[in-house]
């Protein structure tokens, strides 16, 4: 199931570009049927994502489906 999305322009171009190369290695893992998508990608994904506070929300969504489907718990900080 190829993915055929990219980042929306009005991102900043580094989150731009992490995302995008997110969707590119999720296709990646899904043409040679792979388990997962190598760690330094979504790690850099979250990275990136934590230098702008107004993607917080999203952030912290995301980090918890990841940790759901990796079985880890994350402790938020109000």
């Known amino acids: ?30 043409e ?4 997962t998508i190598p760690p330094e990608y979504t790690a ?4 990136t994502m934590s230098n702008y506070p107004e ?3 999203v952030l912290l969504d995301l980090l918890a489906m990841f940790s759901e489907v990796a079985g880890i718990t994350i402790n938020e900080k109000n």
């Open 44 to 47: 850099n994904l979250f990275k």
């Open 1 to 30: 199931m190829k993915i055929k999305k990219e980042a929306a322009k009005f991102l900043p171009q580094d989150l731009q570009d992490a995302i995008n190369t997110f969707v590119e290695q999720f296709n990646i893992m899904e």
């Open 55 to 57: 993607y917080n929300s």
């Open 32 to 35: 040679y049927n792979l388990d």
